[in-house]
């Protein structure tokens, strides 16, 4: 049986790595690790500036003494399209076939410019429809997160879709019931991503170009400091032992941000509910380095009139508490949602 890859989440702010053993008994971690980069190294998306990232993989694998070289990593923003769709049953060779035709059809960019794939979700949908969910990503945004890791010396074996490599770092920690529909929100510095998932099939995602940075950056306008001082303030909001040294103005801002954020969520959740016959969401889950804002997870909540929760993606996996900080890691975990779910991964696997 082929290992488990490296998960390498390769966020705009920081890289993320998780490394677990998978034995009969459950998951072990081996490693996990958060390396940051510079500032605007990625923008929407798109890598912008190639060195500070390889260096940034080196420097985690390093650190860490990671010498497996097959990783897993992720893709997101507006240059991936999702879509839920229909066809008629078909066997997979003829469903081969048909993917290319139906890319004419659901996605907005050539096809000659995208990778294609996609997974089906039902075999029948009551309708007499295979029911797909078909994938696009711009081959020049794979080809750009493939190359820094072949630059850092390692191996990309799978290539995956941030929402689905959430999903399934939170299914395996939280092992949802089968019927139970909830809304998974990765929430990253620059990117936030809406996942609704029901009875373990993904019904909606959305992609909203706001995260953290939004909260960084309105505390450095509206108080007229340096990034770095308004990145500490942030943080220091976020910590209970530190909050009640921020400024009153901080928490004032972090509010207004929370309030903006929670409604771009909130819209797309609502889409969801309009357009959606029957669909009832139970529960909130945050994942991502700004789920640990409780500013916003308190107006996320106060939106949705749902109860939200924090993604702890470790809570299953067997710790060494000799080799981790424990509270470090509890009080990280958050960010680590995607980098497990990659984790998870094996060379060759599809979506």
């Known amino acids: 049986m082929a290992r488990n890859c490296v998960g390498l989440d390769i966020g705009s702010s920081s890289i993320k790595v998780v490394q677990v053993r998978e ?104 309708q007499g429809q295979m029911e797909l969910l078909l994938v696009a990503a711009k081959k020049e945004v794979v080809h750009d997160y493939a190359a820094v890791v ?50 373990g099939i993904t019904a909606f995602t959305r992609d909203v170009t706001i995260g953290g940075n939004a909260f960084t950056e309105e505390i450095r306008k509206q108080l007229k400091v340096g990034y770095e001082e308004a990145e500490a ?38 889409f969801f509910l309009a357009t959606t016959a029957g669909a009832e969401i139970k529960k909130i889950f945050l994942s991502g380095g700004t789920a640990r804002v409780p500013k916003l997870r308190e107006a996320i909540e106060r939106r949705a009139r749902l109860p939200v929760e924090v993604v702890d993606p470790f809570r299953n996996v067997r710790i060494d508490e000799n080799r981790f900080d424990t509270p470090y890691l509890r009080a990280h975990a958050p960010m680590a949602t995607v980098a497990f779910g990659l984790s998870l991964r094996r060379p060759g696997d599809n979506l």
Do not use: C
């Open 233 to 270: 303030y942030k943080v220091g909001s976020a910590n209970p032992m530190e909050a009640d040294v921020v400024p009153q103005e901080v928490h004032r801002v972090m509010a207004q941000v929370a309030d903006l954020i929670s409604g771009e969520l909130q819209r797309s959740m609502d």
């Open 150 to 199: 072949r630059i850092a010396q390692l191996n990309p074996q799978v290539v995956d879709v941030a929402a689905f490599a959430a999903q399934n770092g939170f299914e395996r920690a939280y092992a949802p019931e089968e019927n139970e529909a909830v809304v998974l929100v990765n929430l990253g510095a620059s990117i936030s991503t809406l996942n609704i998932v029901q009875g």
């Open 23 to 126: 034995t009969k008994k459950g998951l072990t971690l081996l490693n996990f690790g958060i390396e940051p980069i510079h500032p605007q190294s990625i923008v929407d998306g798109s890598i912008i500036d190639q060195s500070s990232i390889v260096n940034a993989i080196r420097s985690v694998f390093s650190r860490l003494h990671i010498k497996q070289k097959d990783v897993a990593l992720a893709i997101a923003g507006h240059s991936i399209i999702i879509k839920k769709i229909s066809v008629p049953p078909m066997t997979p060779d003829e469903l081969e076939e048909q993917i290319s035709w139906e890319a004419d059809h659901h996605v907005p960019f050539d096809k000659e410019d995208v990778e294609l794939d996609y997974e089906v979700l039902r075999e029948d949908n009551g």
